[in-house]
């Protein structure tokens, strides 16, 4: 039987890049990405490509082991199935490749501009957050307009505020790795957020980023790293020192203009909680839902990893894989 996949390991720079030509992608879907999230995670990573009649559909994946048996899983960044168009064949070659490898679950995502659900069964895709979308290409001038009154006010002397702005990667590099985890602390943020010094160095390494810091006294108090393709830019990274987070409009305004000048169209600003989403609606961003697909393959294996063996493995609201928790 003909193979309309294949699998493109993480160190496949070129054929990864190849595959990824004609489909609207992410910067986390990237190798470059893919490479600096592998360094920590050390589990096979590799983009996995459906290809058939023009249509491409692929999503980055990593392999992971679990008491013997293995899953798969998307890695840390929005990414997610994204591609060109939809195909009949999709979802039963999708399956073959399942079957082959024996994984027990996998934990994947649809991209929330360029996925779409119906590549999956309705009964395997779960609501997950929603990211906020700003759209780049008008004016200056007409972004400003569309941004709240209080964020225009924030940027009224953007003459002035820009030349408190550096974009020296060898400065900023330095405020991340030594300011980042004490951040992260403060915010108590999930264990995935958090990088070694190499993978972090890896994501400054990446050729289409835009690292961006805010400078009082000669020195970087708050920095932000944003990776872009030629469809979209993803807003990653940002810290600051305690009480200088007030420069938080000014580093997202100057990268806006940068991503312009370049023509990238749309800036994902990610999600977060309630107030950190209005922040981002205040540049007059969009909201776009995001999904999840959750999935048992090997029912008998996963009842018994859970432990208990009258759980209802078709039912995957909360937490998954269970196993994992």
Known sequence: MQQFYSIIDVSETERWNKALENVPHSFAHTAEHCKAVHIDTGHRTFLY??????????????????????????????????????????????????????????????????????????????????????????????????????????????SEIRYNLTSNRYDIQHFFLNHYQDFLDSKQAASYYYFSDISMKSFFNAERSIIVGAVEDNKVVSAAFFGYTDFLADYLFIFSLPNKNYHTAHLIWYSILELKEIGVPLLNLGGGGQGISEFKRRFGAYERPMFSVKEVYEETTYTQLIGNKSADVRNHEGYFPLYRK
């Open 49 to 158: 490509l459906f290809e058939k009649d023009d249509v491409k559909i692929c999503c980055p994946l990593m392999e992971r082991d679990f008491n013997g048996s293995k899953d798969i899983a998307k890695p840390f960044g929005i990414s997610g199935f994204t591609g060109n168009g939809t195909h009949p064949d999709f979802y039963r070659t999708w399956r073959s490749f399942i079957e082959r490898k024996g994984y027990i679950s996998g934990y994947l995502g649809i991209h929330p501009l360029y996925g779409k659900k119906d590549w999956f069964p309705a009964e395997n895709i779960y609501p997950h957050n929603t990211v906020q979308v700003l759209d780049i290409r008008p004016e200056a001038d007409t972004i400003l307009a569309n941004m709240s009154s209080g964020r225009r006010r924030q940027l009224s002397k953007w």
